[in-house]
């Protein structure tokens, strides 16, 4: 079973994430590693953000255990990093060099242990359009700009890094108009869309696996 969860940053698509793929016991990728992966190599090696040689050529070498390296770094989930990561995912050539990675591991899901599973979680921007068009069930998660600042601002300050509320609501709303420029980080025409605004974690776990069990009945039959 292959489900993806898109939605813009701070939305809580991770946080369902990680609930889902421990109850349906599935692999998780969360694709926003993959262009963090380059950003971050960018800013390490002292390339201009617009330079897309560079940009491009990170992402034609990119591996897997190259980004699980570089997410160790604590500037991979930054504001600094998140901004890099933004930059390098408006590059078209940058999305094609890491489309293939991405679509490989939904062939073959593996755990954080490298053990082998059934199937994958996705979350990401354009995961139940692009990178996995024919996945089982598709969520869209969203959130006002407002609700998902506060929610990164929190992150931050519990990480011990300082930054103002303001800031970090300028750049959500600077990042939100340049992901969703896409046509691909449209919600999926058959995706069931969620807005976390007024919602727990828990009431959109629920409903996401009330969705997930009435679906299997329908993809068992
Ligand atoms: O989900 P995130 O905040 O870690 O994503 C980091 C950046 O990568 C974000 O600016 C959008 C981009 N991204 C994307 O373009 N496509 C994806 N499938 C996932 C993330």
New binding site residues.
Partial sequence: MIITIDGP?AAGKGTLAGKLADKYNLAYF????V??AVGLEMLLGGFELGNVDAAVRFARNLTFPRMMELSRNPVFRSLEG?KA??AV?AVPEVRTALLQMQQDFSKNPVFADGSPAKGAIYD????GTV?CPRADIKFFVTASPEIRAERRHKEYLQKGQAVDYAEVLEQTIA?DQ??FARESSQPAKDAVIFDTSGLSIDEVFAKACEIIENRKITLEK
Avoid at 124 to 127: A, E, M, N, P, V
């Fill in positions: 940053a969360d694709t926003g590693m262009y963090r998140s990561a933004s995912a990401g921007r354009d995961t990178v990042r340049k992901d």
